[in-house]
């Protein structure tokens, strides 16, 4: 009996030393063994860089751990801007996020090189997972314009990736961010899920997720409610795939905005699947600034549910939320095969569909389909509004004036007369 007893004891141990054997462990950089406090009062800023260094320089040889930063649960930990830096030795690196992340309150933010508070910057193969809560405590940021700085800091996004190729981020929550809460520029095979972003309807900038010059992006599962865009697609982007994700409040997700100041910008295969606008203040949104260049084009938003949300369906060519709005010019960013299609649910505005295109480079082929927009209102009815926009609408309601519908295709297509003054005949739903 005696004896089983250590045996099993002495197994048990072999079991021990195995799990935590020195190679296994110095895979794992656990930020307390660099200093980390983690009372959310003291700044932890130099252990996580530190902890850094040590991941991005650990080599790994097949099979072993991947070097891993391991923030643990049950502590808070107040980090100033921290910029994790790449190229790595490991072909692949990870944090894991178990322990929340606060920022600093106010004249605590010092020592600022970008706009961003934690920055990763040409990280491939990084993988961020784990439950934490990241709490920007943005408040103090936004009552502050664009430009205005604290110290010698920039308004911050969350976390922000600059080339950062195969990005994996899951599981995490961020509260209250002082400007966006993820901001992705130049990276390519990006994927993000089971994350959550959160801030007040009323909190400016606060978008959840911001794309520029990045592709192949795989974004599903998630819930980003703030003040801003749920997900706003800029620029040199392409290959997004957008699934399953609830929105609201925020103000829809949107491609662009596209040619400001006569830039040339691109956007090209977004496809949104299966999410839901919730009292958002728009739901599929594209918007380009007059004078623009470039194009907007093969852009789907299919499935979609709308509870109360403001400009359900929403084209506009003449963005300008502000005053000084560029008159229209012989450019303008071109908008075509843009598909709407299974959208159910109620809109908070009359006008439930936009497309107000320009009358210089209108949009072409937009499509609808299964669309049906009713009024959160019972007894109000919605309608679309159309400026030089063409296309075809099946099973649509509202009736969208400028988009033949598939009777009105046919009738064209067999070369029946015309009568101009005849309606054409529209499915009613
Ligand atoms: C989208 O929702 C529909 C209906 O609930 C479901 O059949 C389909 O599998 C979903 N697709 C995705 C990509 O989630
Ligand atoms: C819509 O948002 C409201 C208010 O935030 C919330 O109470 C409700 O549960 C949401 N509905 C869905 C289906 O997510
Ligand atoms: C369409 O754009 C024009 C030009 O900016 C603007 O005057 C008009 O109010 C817009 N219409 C709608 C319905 O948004
Ligand atoms: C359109 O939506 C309304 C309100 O939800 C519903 O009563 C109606 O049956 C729907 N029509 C179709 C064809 O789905």
């Given at each position: 009996m005696c004896l089983s007893v250590q045996i099993r004891f002495f197994i048990t141990l072999v079991f021990l030393l195995g799990t935590f054997s020195p190679q296994a462990k110095g895979k794992l950089f656990d930020v307390l063994d660099f200093?980390?406090?983690?009372?959310?009062?003291?700044?932890d800023s130099k252990a996580f860089l530190d902890a850094w260094r040590s991941v991005c320089e650990a080599t790994t040889t097949s099979g072993a751990t991947i070097p891993t930063l391991q923030v643990p649960a049950g502590k808070t930990f107040l980090l100033k801007q921290v910029k994790f830096s790449g190229?790595?030795?490991?072909a692949t690196v990870q944090i894991q996020m178990m322990g929340n992340i606060i920022a600093p309150i106010s004249t605590d933010w010092t020592d600022c090189k970008s706009g961003c508070w934690l920055c990763f910057d040409h990280v491939d193969n990084l993988i961020i997972s784990g439950t934490a809560t990241i709490n920007g405590n943005g408040a103090v940021w936004w009552q502050k314009s664009t430009h205005e700085k604290i110290g010698d800091c920039n308004k911050p996004a969350v976390l922000y990736f600059q080339s950062c190729n195969n990005l994996r981020v899951s599981g995490l929550t961020s509260h209250n961010s002082p400007l966006n809460h993820i901001g992705i520029s130049g990276c390519k095979d990006v994927s993000i899920s089971k994350i959550n972003l959160i801030a007040p309807k009323d909190s400016p900038n606060t978008d959840g997720i911001d794309i520029a010059n990045s592709k192949e992006l795989d974004i599903s599962d998630s819930f980003i409610g703030t003040g801003d865009d749920c997900i706003a697609i800029n620029g040199g982007s392409s290959n997004i795939k957008i699934t399953r994700l609830n929105c609201g409040p925020g103000h829809g997700i949107s491609v662009g905005s596209l040619g400001k100041d006569g830039s040339n910008d691109m956007v090209q295969e977004v496809h949104v699947r299966n999410c839901t606008f919730n009292g958002t203040q728009n739901g599929a949104r594209i918007k380009t600034w007059a004078g623009g260049l470039g194009f907007a084009r093969s852009i789907s938003y299919e499935d979609i549910i709308l509870i109360g949300?403001?400009?359900?369906i929403f084209i506009d060519q003449h963005y300008c939320p502000r005053q000084n709005c560029p008159p229209e010019k012989q450019t303008a960013v071109k908008v075509s095969d843009i598909t709407f299609s299974k959208f159910q649910g109620t809109s908070a505005d009359n006008i439930a569909i936009t497309l107000n295109c320009s009358s210089i480079v209108p949009c072409t082929n937009i499509k609808m389909n299964l669309v049906n927009i009713t009024s959160l209102n019972p007894s109000s009815k919605v309608e679309a509004i159309c400026n030089h926009a063409d296309g075809t609408a099946t099973f649509t309601a509202p009736v969208v004036p400028c988009l033949s519908s598939v009777q009105d295709v046919l009738i064209r297509r067999e070369g029946q007369t015309q009568d101009g003054d005849q309606k054409p005949q529209y499915y009613e739903l």
């Open positions: 200093g980390a406090v983690g009372d959310a009062r003291t700044d190229p790595c030795k490991s949300a403001g400009n359900p």
